[in-house]
């Protein structure tokens, strides 16, 4: 590793990042320059700017990127109907690459030589951050704490800061709960406590953004959402902003009890590690996105798209977004998503998303065709005699020369 | 088509098929055989004895083939986590081959050249059953008098009762529907009537099999799972046989209001047409049996497997159960499940199904190596940086050599 | 089928087609419209117009299409590295969409209401013919007489040509060979004969386009072929547009024994059969595209199309170009070459194309990288053993756990 | 890393390899116990015996391991009809997972708490032997001393020989070899020297195992291949063994001048590099194996093989051999090969490898369906408008629709 002049910290404003600053400014004597982004996570992120003056940081950078967040990575992810290993919305996953984009931007704003973040060495998330960063500036150097100092316990934490005076309320409130969280826009995970043995039940009292099935209301909730090439343009009529749709389908998800999920997952990094997640709004939009896509998608572009899906999301999973061939495949999802535009009808209840209704210009559905009643020659039942026996016609000859299915 | 001496016919001992019968025997001037299973469809098989002696039959074949339609076809299928365009749980599509593979061993027990089926020309279901009559005996010759007679109004339909002498009240119950329906120890579906329009919500009074979930309960429900090689074996410690697990947790599932489905499918014969569906015990399964997989699946085991699932899911949605290639996936499928053994537990409440535990004696999660906490080498953090550098290996070169990401 | 007009016929002025053009007017009572094409057959077009002219055909086209047939249908498959089971380069199935187009594009300015083709109700490039044509216009009607007159047989269709003053000089050279056979610039083939036995060797007289490997120079050809965005555009530095490419690499193979290929290939519609191929000019471009690839392509992306490959060449062979998921593969295929330039050397010698060079401004291969000798740090032999220890984990894992491999 | 007492060294009795032993011994301060296998290379492996003892090694193993490299190894891979980024057939990869499976067995019997051995840290060989171990005994220990020693210059290992005592006739013949180069029983393969500039043709003198083209036989030869579930067991008519199955087939190839290949290859680990290899009898098995495919195969079961293939030869090349997800994909590919019996015939010339018959008992070809003859209702010529019709159905809704293609 050559020598460090300055880095750019991706900074939360809490306990670990501000032990951060101090400890690569110490080990690296370099300057730091910290970059914290509003990405939805609930929190101020105004706050973080005090705190990394006081510990002399010169150059801050504080970000709202709610709108570039929802419209760059969430909604284009969701046009593919992506979820990771049959259950996992890649809530946390997304959010990565916009980090690593910003983190270089401001590298070479500020002429940085490295970026640093909080992750630690057993997660994914390191792997995103980084891959990340040095497909996008190949010559940037990756300081990644976690995987190098010793201060891997709460009191060597501890100790650190009252030796170097970073004030310990600098811990965030997260810091009280007994799990490891993460939030953005798209949803807030948590990891660790009691989690780690996988046939305890998660504690009612962990869930944050959404109330209990239990807690929801009594009578359902329904609402029509519109779609333009695949994203959410409008609530009830209403056309909303891509992080206002993601924000308002939070809200009236976490209202009903929609979005909870508690999955065993299989990291990249080689281990299982069981995750919950809270993603209200994401729930919500892959049903709907279904449903619009139902009506709208040629068969066969359809089925194309759900082969791909499992590739694109272990890409994006794996912190793969910046790499051609997540790109490449994005292009084809995209332009799949031309005729993807309607209205779709959902009843939240206690839980569940239940599609009611769908409809749109650019239907394929055709009442005619498929009803049972008789039509006028649309279609002739006798071609599908020819059909049958056509597709039939290998299998018959291998049974006429004796070969047996199993 | 030569000359037809015996017809097996798929015989409900409903209006149509009993139709059918009379039909057959004038049309073709050849002897009937009916068979009649009961798959659960929830309706007494042995009436249809009856019925069938009075039109004349005088082979009459009416088996209970519950118990091998939940082992030798459902359970198989759900060891592959099935979903057809990321919704549906084929619930129709499975009980084709097995009606398909009686209908020949009755052929080729009462010497007949022939069989029949009361499916339309429009639908999957004609496809489904002469696919697998065609590869199990390739010279068979296949009567579907939807797609040849004239009768395809109800008025000439019930014209040609009376005509024939054939009691009205031959009509079961369903046909007091507006709907088109089907059931089986899987499901019940529903196409038809009001269902034509895709914007239409469906009414409640529609659905046969479950509460709504605003009727469920207001206490969730907890009940344990044990699978054995992706079986389920037992509920709440109490070993079942199959067809007993399902219509356990059709009875749960549907009490909880669980397993309502609303969609446009695509027909593998061209059109694509919505259709509500009711599968408690399967949903159910589903998720359980991802559940269990996600403690004891390899991960790039269970990757391959997803990557694998759209294939063989289409392959079941148009028929080809009785194919080599659906048999050639079905061996990887069950080697798969070699060591998917364990519990799941599960909470049902109001149209949900949560899992919130999982465990096994074969399973690979890790709790020292998936932890935060400190651990004893099992794994050096520091590995994660030549992983990460690698990986990243082809796109620096690429950034390096001015290679452009979009 | 309502009454017909006027139909536009695929016209090749053979024997074939000739009966087709009288059988049409005769049978339909309407007005039938040649269309001939220069694909690059080798054979006079223009001929076709006074024999057209004798059969009464009022409205006659002829039409060059080498360039756009080479352009948009031959380049475009071979920027996929196209093959069919392994072996096929797809010469027949790439010119039918061609025709389909034409014949719509015809049928629309002339108001016909039909197309009709030669091809008979066996093979698949009825399936390629129509599909396409349905799919471009959906209220044609479609016209095989193969499948539908008694002329099956040479004896009737000589005395159909007596009884209607057909001179049978009409027939071209072709119909002199036993062999059925069916050319383009692409590629020419060859079935039945001997051939129907699959352990007969092909006779050497049968070959047209190429000289025996034997009968090759004794002394190798050298050539250098130009990139550019996946599409070859010089040969041995000069521009040539993509018809002279493709003509001119022909000939170079031709006289060096290339392109020659002997298999049994599973058809669309169902049974096997075995064709011979001569596909000079295409076994060389195959060939040098992936060279050229091999350095300007990443590897994933590389992968990714070589995984999509075989469903892209499926689409081609059965008659699904004129499809959205064929033209969705195709962008993604396209957007893949935008940095596949460069130049590919070969040597051509008795049968074989051997790839001896490429180079490229957009090469990805980096000599300091991958040599042998020490290097300024570009790359650090330590990552890979992080990279090994990562990757390897979830099998340690697994292995710790007792569970074993096979 | 722990202390280490024993460590099984993959010893081939050339120079690094013999540096190695000393240095193991002196780094570690452990015994060294030395494996040495023919798999086919070419070399005399019992003169490492002596060196070995001269090195002070005490336990000492060489075997013979080519029959099993090509029973377990080769043949289960060309069942698949593997081919790495449409060129490459593995001939280095395949031989690496038997080795490692050798080393950790010795580990085992000897009581070695690690392996060693002497790939580079740029390869993909320090991958496969690794990745290989630590799958079958996850708790072994690796050196691999050229990720950890500074001898990286020929200059420094020849310093450290003399300093050691150790001969340089240790060196063997190949080290005048200005390439690097592997061999077994299935290939031969070189890089570096003037290959690591991919614009520069390999010289006539590096290939070995081959005659030039040019210098191959002016008359053809033709031999019969006979396949029983999916391998060779016979060459014209004589059982051989697996082992004698390729080494007969290398020397009809090599002195036919088949199976030489240049190539670009992507790497694991990152990197491009350029590759020459001489495979002359695996070039004969994959085309041959494709033939008798070609009959013997349902064309959807030859499809999915098709498929998959790519996977599948990721996963080796990569070194995943002795990993989960192989070995369900192998359980796959051998299931497919029961029927691929019978015999093909091949004309080898000068590089070219030529089908030019192929027959089965299992054969699924069918002269009488096949053919352009009449036959006696086999196949329903009408039944294609049906196939058609319905196959395009979708396509005519969507432009009745107004949807556009493109």
Not at 152 to 164: I, Q
Not at 221 to 235: H, N, P, Q, R, S
Request: hydrophobic letters at 40%; one cysteine or more; charged letters at 30%.
């Amino acid at each position: 590793m050559s020598s460090i002049n300055k880095v750019v910290l991706a900074y939360s404003g809490g306990l670990d990042t501000s032990v951060i600053v101090k400890w690569l400014q110490e080990t690296y004597n370099c300057e730091v320059v910290t970059f914290t982004a509003d990405i939805g996570q609930g929190e101020e992120v105004e706050p973080a700017r005090a705190k990394a003056e006081a510990l002399g940081v010169k150059e801050i950078y504080i970000d709202d990127l709610r709108e570039e967040f929802v419209r760059d990575f969430v909604f284009p992810m969701f046009r593919a109907n992506t979820i990771y290993e049959g259950e996992y919305l890649l809530g946390t996953s997304i959010a990565r690459p916009l980090i690593s984009k910003r983190l270089i931007e401001i590298a070479n704003e500020t002429g940085a030589d490295a970026i640093s973040h909080g992750a630690t060495g057993k997660g994914n998330d390191q792997v995103r951050f980084e891959l990340g960063a040095y497909a996008l500036k190949p010559g940037i150097q990756v300081i990644a704490p976690w995987r190098e100092w010793d201060l891997t316990s709460r009191e060597t934490l501890m100790a650190y800061c009252e030796e170097h005076n970073i004030p310990v309320d600098f811990s965030s409130k997260k810091k009280k709960s007994p799990y490891s969280m993460d939030a953005n826009l798209l949803h807030i995970s948590y990891e660790g406590g009691v989690l780690e043995d996988p046939w305890t039940e998660a504690e009612e009292d962990m869930w944050r953004w959404s109330v209990s099935p239990e807690a929801a209301p009594d009578v359902a909730t329904y609402i029509d959402l519109t779609f333009e090439k695949g994203d959410i343009v409008a609530i009830d009529g209403e056309r909303l902003s891509p992080a206002e749709v993601l924000a308002k389908l939070n809200k009236l998800g976490g209202d009903n009890g929609i979005g909870r999920l508690d999955i065993v997952e299989n990291r990249y990094v080689g281990m299982k590690s069981r995750g919950c997640y809270e993603t209200p709004g994401g729930t919500i939009i892959l049903k709907a996105h279904r449903a619009i896509e139902s009506i709208t998608l040629d068969r066969e572009v359809a089925h194309l798209k759900d082969s791909l899906m499992p590739k694109y999301a272990e890409l994006i999973y794996n912190g793969y977004w910046w790499s051609p061939e997540r790109q490449l495949l994005q292009n084809v999802i995209d332009e799949s998503q031309e005729p993807v535009n309607g209205d779709v009808r959902l009843k939240l209840y206690k839980g569940g998303v239940h599609v009611v209704g769908r409809r749109s210009d650019d239907s394929l559905f055709d009442e005619n065709i498929a009803t049972f009643e008789d039509d006028a020659g649309a279609y002739d039942q006798k071609d599908a005699e020819g059909f049958i026996k056509l597709n039939a016609l290998r299998m018959r000859i291998a049974a006429n020369k004796g070969r047996k299915l199993l």
